[in-house]
């Protein structure tokens, strides 16, 4: 059985950074692309970013130059690094192990979601 599970959502200002971290159980995590999408209130769940096996990478616009997405393979782990937070950004993050690549987000596992409110 699958197992992901995030941390390192949180409450931060503006402007500031948040790293989240999904560590993977019950597959074997070298082989599939992994990728974190979100989902504020009252909108569709959007992707955020993603990573291939081999370390090809696809971030959305909004992500591009301020959000970097990370695996280690050896901790069975991926990572988002999010920096020049701002208000919209707030949303719940979903860590995803996809079965093809690029990911559409349709197929998979999931992680139950961290939350992720940037606020003054």
């Known amino acids: 059985q699958v197992q992901l599970v995030e941390s390192g959502g949180g409450l931060v200002q503006p402007g500031g950074s948040l790293r989240l971290s999904c560590e993977a159980s019950g597959l074997i995590f070298s082989l599939y692309p992994m990728a974190w999408h979100r989902q504020a209130p009252g909108k569709q769940r959007e992707l955020v970013a993603a990573?291939?096996?081999?370390?090809?990478?696809d971030y959305a616009d909004s992500a591009k130059g301020r959000f970097t997405i990370s695996r280690d393979n050896v901790k069975d782990t991926v990572y988002l690094q999010m920096n020049s937070l701002k208000p919209e950004d707030t949303a719940v993050y979903y860590c995803?192990?996809?079965?093809?690549?690029?990911?559409?987000?349709?197929?998979?596992?999931w992680g139950q979601g961290t939350q992720v409110t940037v606020s003054s």
């Open positions: 995803n192990s996809d079965r093809s690549w690029p990911v559409d987000g349709k197929h998979g596992d």
């Open positions: 990573i291939s096996p081999g370390g090809y990478i």
